[in-house]
């Protein structure tokens, strides 16, 4: 089967919105498209002659640990060494190959490849000639390949990517995971991510907009031009504008500052996200030869050790989470759908803040986070000099640190979400002098690019013998240390803290903490998204070396695999709500996971058995334990409309009370009162056999990039619409239309079955599946079968 070449018609494409549209080049086209895959080593893959008729064709994000290992049913493998790390996936080799042609009108551009993001050890040839190796995963990198490109003719870029070796200790996903992008430019231009724009003032009033753009000057003879810049406001509104020329050596690189004054201006915050855009233009002779467009947001943040952390001076207290980068059942494949929605159930559960653990997350996520209101803490490195494994960073780390380092802070530093750069989390022997000298020269190689934002990093165990080392950060992070939050601000009494890593079973503690001293920031859950590997952490307890198979989750978010909120993020809610809320959880009569019968104590990054259930057939009259979570001062309890008792929240219950209400069918409902007045009612009911199917999206309307996703939640509901939550029915599903289902999921972290079918188990009443648009107008029809339930049908529009 032949494959059809991809042509860049680049001369006919339209500029960048908010650019002028007489440009003639649209100056970064994505790359995503038609490439060709073959998982396995290939003798010879860069070269043109190889025959790659037979491979398959996908679009870019790819990750290929996420599907079916070849010859199973399941991306899972209970003999993988270090399974429970990666959550029990395979890695291996995979080429990818892109054929395409460069119109012959663009002979003289020069021509750049981006990569988001490729895991891991990636090769890369461009006609057969080898373009560079980037060896870190999670960071964006790109490569001049002028040289290499013929316009007119066929191209060909060769990658190579190797993840035979267990590098992570969570899954990591394999493959060209995030986008991949060509920029054209004229041979003088702006260069790639050499614009900074900073806010160094700002009022309501008025702000200093601060913008420096670095010209690049590849003509071959000394020149000059004019920068012209302009802000731009939601409504298309030049809100301010301004030029500089330059004057720029042949081969040499040269920054132009601008000043510009935005009157008025709409500050961002997390509770009104308020975006600008910077359009940049580069003039020679009159005419425009290259044009840039930035996101970027005016408002001002500070760290005061008195006051603690002010955005838009105001105190504000991070409620935050830590997040891996894997989108579940989508393995590592960072869609621009998957991470805004990430982004967005944060957003309704209550954060206004996420750590990227433990790495530089994609620009689809930072966006997503800029667009809706979440702060981000941008972290670089999960390992230093020692590190995890034997194949992991730490074996390149003193060669590459600063290049991938840099490489993060030029790419992130116009986002108005990021406050806080973090070099490392939990670095090896980091009590030694060794250590503390080495983290004294990443910050202040991150100060020397960036000073607006503050150098931070996850410290466990903090201690006295690391002062050496907290010594080098500006805002400290302490991983699981309460306990030193007052003496190591009696130590550091300049430098504020935060919980950069906090466990969900002692949230109340934790978040006390954070109210009480102004010094302290925020506090960041582990987690707040469930993840895949770290394999049952939140059941069995940390031990990598040990396996729990069919365990591949985490099992510790917040929020579930399939986005469901768990009991904690309810109890979670009273801490951080001003809305009074009751919420009902029962400690099920035998343990959710009987494979597991027994937790482990010490895994205390779980949060306790307890379920949203009133269904336990077969234990009628035994005794359970039934909890409320409030943050209301009482809460009376009913059981079939009879009182069991009111109960006080107090320092001691914090914000959880229980009662013992023996099991029978029926209705519990929980009123809670402050000052003596009801404020709030929940009720959690015994569900019936299911009897329908609730499909739910959490998008309707989809646009025809052949990338975009919808969520279809899935329900099995009794008579009155409630949600079964023992129902594990098989679900079937049936896709037409002018899109694809490209993943089913259950939130069962012991559920090894394909995320690739088009069939899936309920777990508790619910199941997910993710349809993806075409690239024509149209509709999408999911139509959703279970045996002896009426069938049900979704329609998502495209267009």
């Given at each position: 089967m032949?494959y059809?070449?991809?042509i860049l018609?680049?001369?006919l494409?339209v500029?960048?919105?908010?650019?002028?549209k007489?440009?003639?080049?649209?100056r970064?086209?994505?790359?995503?498209?038609?490439?060709?895959f073959?998982y396995?080593d290939v003798?010879?893959?860069?070269?043109?002659?190889?025959?790659?008729?037979?491979?398959?064709?996908?679009?870019i994000?790819h990750?290929?640990?996420i599907?079916?290992?070849p010859?199973?049913?399941?991306?899972?493998?209970s003999?993988?060494?270090?399974?429970?790390?990666?959550?029990?996936t395979?890695?291996?080799?995979?080429w990818?190959?892109?054929?395409?042609v460069?119109?012959?009108?663009q002979?003289g551009?020069?021509?750049?490849?981006r990569?988001?993001?490729?895991y891991?050890?990636?090769?890369?040839w461009?006609?057969e000639?080898?373009?560079?190796?980037?060896?870190y995963?999670?960071?964006?990198?790109?490569y001049?390949i002028?040289?290499f490109?013929?316009?007119?003719e066929?191209n060909?870029?060769?990658?190579?990517?190797k993840?035979?070796?267990?590098?992570?200790?969570?899954y990591s996903?394999?493959?060209?995971?995030?986008?991949?992008?060509?920029?054209t430019t004229?041979?003088l231009?702006?260069?790639n991510?050499?614009t900074?724009?900073?806010?160094?003032?700002?009022?309501?009033?008025?702000?200093?907009?601060?913008?420096?753009s670095?010209?690049?000057?590849?003509?071959?003879?000394?020149?000059?031009?004019?920068?012209?810049?302009?802000?731009?406001?939601?409504?298309?509104?030049?809100?301010?504008q301004g030029?500089?020329?330059?004057?720029?050596?042949?081969?040499?690189?040269?920054?132009?500052?601008?000043?510009?004054?935005?009157?008025?201006p709409?500050?961002?915050?997390v509770?009104?996200?308020?975006?600008?855009?910077l359009?940049?233009?580069?003039i020679?002779d009159?005419?425009?030869?290259?044009?840039?467009?930035?996101t970027?947001g005016?408002?001002?943040?500070?760290?005061?050790?008195?006051?603690?952390?002010?955005?838009?001076?105001?105190?504000?207290?991070?409620?935050?989470?830590?997040i891996?980068?894997d989108?579940?059942p989508?393995?590592?494949?960072?869609?621009?759908?998957?991470?805004?929605?990430?982004?967005?159930?944060h957003?309704?559960?209550?954060?206004?803040?996420?750590?990227?653990?433990?790495?530089?997350?994609?620009?689809?996520?930072?966006?997503?986070?800029d667009?809706?209101?979440?702060?981000?803490?941008?972290?670089?490195?999960?390992?230093?000099?020692?590190?995890?494994?034997?194949?992991?960073?730490?074996?390149?780390?003193?060669?590459l640190?600063?290049?991938?380092l840099?490489k993060?802070?030029?790419?992130?530093?116009?986002?108005?979400?990021?406050?806080?750069?973090?070099?490392?989390n939990?670095?090896k022997?980091?009590?030694t002098?060794?250590?503390?000298?080495?983290?004294?020269?990443?910050?202040?190689?991150?100060?020397?690019i960036?000073?607006?934002?503050?150098?931070?990093?996850?410290v466990?165990?903090?201690?006295?013998?690391?002062?050496a080392?907290?010594n080098?950060?500006d805002?400290?992070?302490?991983?699981?240390?309460?306990?030193?939050?007052?003496?190591?601000?009696?130590r550091?009494?300049?430098q504020?803290i935060y919980?950069?890593?906090?466990?969900?079973s002692e949230?109340?503690?934790?978040w006390?903490?954070?109210?009480?001293?102004?010094?302290?920031i925020g506090?960041?859950?582990w987690?707040?998204?469930?993840?895949?590997?770290?394999?049952?952490?939140?059941?069995?307890?940390?031990?990598?070396?040990?396996?729990?198979?069919?365990?591949?989750?985490?099992?510790?978010?917040?929020i579930?695999m399939?986005?469901?909120?768990?009991?904690?993020?309810y109890?979670?809610?009273?801490?951080?709500?001003g809305?009074?809320?009751?919420?009902?959880?029962?400690t099920?009569?035998?343990?959710?996971?009987?494979?597991?019968?027994?937790?482990?104590?010490?895994?205390?990054?779980?949060?306790p058995?307890?379920?949203d259930?009133?269904?336990?057939?077969?234990?009628e009259?035994?005794?359970?334990?039934v909890?409320?979570?409030?943050?209301?001062?009482?809460?009376?309890?009913?059981?079939?409309?009879?009182?069991?008792?009111r109960k006080?929240?107090?320092?001691i219950?914090?914000?959880?009370l229980g009662?013992?209400v023996?099991y029978q069918?029926?209705?519990?409902e929980?009123k809670?009162?402050v000052d003596?007045?009801?404020?709030t009612?929940?009720i959690?009911k015994?569900?019936?056999?299911?009897?329908?199917?609730?499909?739910?999206?959490?998008?309707?309307?989809?646009?025809?990039?052949g990338?975009d996703?919808?969520?279809?939640?899935?329900?099995?509901?009794?008579?009155e619409?409630?949600?079964?939550p023992v129902?594990d029915?098989?679900?079937h599903?049936?896709?037409?239309g002018?899109g694809?289902l490209i993943?089913?999921?259950?939130s069962?972290p012991?559920?090894t079955?394909?995320?690739?079918?088009?069939y899936?188990?309920?777990?508790?009443?619910?199941?997910?599946?993710i349809?993806?648009?075409?690239?024509?107008a149209?509709?999408i029809h999911?139509?959703?079968?279970v045996?002896?339930?009426?069938q049900k049908?979704?329609?998502i529009?495209?267009?």
């Amino acid at each position: 089967m032949k494959y059809k070449y991809i042509i860049l018609f680049l001369s006919l494409t339209v500029g960048l919105a908010g650019c002028n549209k007489k440009i003639e080049i649209s100056r970064v086209v994505s790359f995503d498209e038609q490439w060709l895959f073959h998982y396995g080593d290939v003798e010879d893959g860069e070269k043109k002659m190889l025959d790659d008729s037979q491979w398959r064709k996908l679009d870019i994000p790819h990750d290929w640990t996420i599907e079916d290992i070849p010859g199973t049913t399941s991306p899972f493998d209970s003999t993988v060494v270090n399974g429970v790390s990666s959550g029990f996936t395979r890695g291996g080799i995979g080429w990818y190959r892109k054929h395409f042609v460069v119109d012959e009108s663009q002979l003289g551009k020069r021509f750049y490849i981006r990569f988001d993001g490729v895991y891991m050890n990636v090769d890369i040839w461009v006609n057969e000639q080898y373009v560079g190796n980037q060896y870190y995963g999670y960071s964006t990198f790109g490569y001049d390949i002028t040289d290499f490109i013929k316009p007119g003719e066929t191209n060909l870029v060769a990658v190579q990517v190797k993840t035979e070796t267990v590098t992570s200790r969570w899954y990591s996903g394999s493959g060209i995971y995030r986008h991949v992008w060509l920029v054209t430019t004229s041979p003088l231009c702006i260069d790639n991510y050499g614009t900074v724009i900073t806010t160094p003032l700002v009022s309501d009033q008025k702000a200093d907009v601060v913008i420096t753009s670095t010209l690049v000057n590849y003509t071959g003879k000394d020149t000059k031009a004019v920068v012209r810049q302009k802000i731009v406001d939601k409504d298309k509104k030049i809100v301010a504008q301004g030029e500089k020329e330059g004057k720029i050596r042949k081969g040499e690189k040269v920054a132009v500052p601008q000043n510009l004054t935005v009157v008025h201006p709409l500050l961002w915050s997390v509770d009104s996200p308020n975006l600008y855009s910077l359009v940049t233009e580069v003039i020679q002779d009159g005419d425009r030869i290259d044009c840039t467009e930035e996101t970027f947001g005016i408002r001002s943040i500070q760290f005061d050790a008195q006051r603690g952390f002010l955005l838009n001076g105001k105190v504000l207290k991070l409620k935050g989470g830590c997040i891996h980068h894997d989108n579940g059942p989508l393995g590592a494949m960072a869609f621009d759908r998957a991470e805004e929605r990430k982004v967005e159930l944060h957003k309704a559960a209550g954060f206004n803040a996420l750590r990227m653990a433990h790495n530089p997350p994609s620009p689809a996520l930072l966006d997503a986070c800029d667009r809706l209101g979440i702060l981000v803490i941008d972290e670089a490195f999960d390992v230093w000099r020692y590190g995890h494994f034997k194949e992991d960073y730490s074996k390149h780390f003193d060669i590459l640190w600063k290049e991938d380092l840099k490489k993060m802070i030029l790419r992130d530093r116009n986002h108005p979400s990021v406050i806080m750069w973090s070099i490392g989390n939990e670095i090896k022997y980091n009590e030694t002098e060794e250590m503390a000298l080495l983290s004294g020269k990443l910050a202040d190689y991150v100060r020397s690019i960036d000073n607006t934002r503050p150098v931070t990093a996850g410290v466990n165990a903090v201690s006295e013998k690391k002062d050496a080392y907290l010594n080098t950060l500006d805002v400290a992070g302490y991983n699981y240390s309460p306990k030193e939050y007052v003496s190591g601000h009696q130590r550091h009494p300049e430098q504020l803290i935060y919980a950069s890593e906090s466990y969900s079973s002692e949230a109340y503690d934790y978040w006390k903490a954070v109210e009480k001293y102004n010094w302290m920031i925020g506090d960041f859950v582990w987690t707040s998204f469930d993840y895949i590997g770290e394999a049952s952490i939140g059941w069995n307890g940390y031990y990598l070396e040990q396996s729990f198979y069919p365990w591949y989750m985490a099992y510790c978010g917040d929020i579930d695999m399939c986005g469901i909120r768990r009991p904690q993020s309810y109890y979670r809610e009273t801490l951080w709500s001003g809305k009074p809320i009751t919420y009902i959880s029962v400690t099920p009569p035998v343990p959710s996971f009987p494979l597991n019968p027994r937790k482990e104590l010490w895994s205390v990054w779980d949060w306790p058995d307890e379920i949203d259930s009133w269904n336990f057939e077969g234990y009628e009259g035994k005794v359970l334990s039934v909890w409320v979570y409030t943050q209301c001062d009482e809460v009376e309890l009913f059981f079939n409309g009879e009182s069991l008792g009111r109960k006080n929240n107090t320092d001691i219950t914090k914000n959880k009370l229980g009662w013992k209400v023996p099991y029978q069918k029926g209705v519990l409902e929980a009123k809670g009162y402050v000052d003596g007045k009801e404020v709030t009612t929940s009720i959690l009911k015994t569900a019936g056999s299911p009897v329908d199917i609730q499909l739910t999206a959490d998008k309707s309307v989809l646009s025809p990039n052949g990338q975009d996703l919808s969520y279809i939640s899935v329900a099995l509901v009794d008579a009155e619409g409630s949600i079964s939550p023992v129902a594990d029915d098989l679900v079937h599903f049936d896709v037409s239309g002018e899109g694809t289902l490209i993943a089913v999921a259950n939130s069962n972290p012991m559920s090894t079955e394909s995320f690739r079918t088009t069939y899936r188990k309920a777990w508790r009443g619910n199941c997910l599946a993710i349809l993806k648009s075409g690239k024509k107008a149209g509709s999408i029809h999911l139509k959703v079968r279970v045996d002896g339930l009426p069938q049900k049908e979704i329609i998502i529009k495209v267009k």
